[in-house]
Nanobody
Framework: VQLVESGGGLVQAGGSLRLSCTAS????????MEWFRQAPGKEREFVASISGSDFNVYYEDPVKDRFTITRDNAKNTVYLQMNNLKPEDTAVYYC??????????RGKGTLVTVSS
């Protein structure tokens, strides 16, 4: 399985970013996909997930009502729209199929930096 995350960058508090994650080497549409993040010196934090075919979504409380996870199975891509960003959202963001949160990230991640 290969995962390529992109879309991170530097943004001011209150701004928005859209992350993308393109996967290969798996039957994408059959997997729940998840986003998680890790800030320097902090524990890894689960962010959101979306199921494969019926697109059920789940969000952790810190991002609920600000982040939106979507997917395009035709493009093997999962997205994370992040609005009203806060400095505490600063982290490297990773994606993966369900369960990847509990293991070493497969992709390089994409860095999101939110300035106050």
């Amino acid at each position: 399985v290969q995962l390529v995350e992109s879309g991170g960058g530097l943004v001011q508090a209150g701004g928005s970013l859209r992350l993308s994650c393109t996967a290969s080497g798996l039957t994408f549409s059959t997997y729940t996909m998840e986003w998680f993040r890790q800030a320097p010196g902090k524990e890894r934090e689960f962010v959101a997930s979306i199921s494969g075919s019926d697109f059920n979504v789940y969000y952790e409380d810190p991002v609920k009502d600000r982040f939106t996870i979507t997917r395009d199975n035709a493009k093997n891509t999962v997205y994370l729209q992040m609005n009203n960003l806060k400095p505490e959202d600063t982290a490297v963001y990773y994606c993966g199929p369900e369960g990847d949160y509990y293991s070493d990230p497969r992709g390089k991640g994409t860095l999101v930096t939110v300035s106050s």
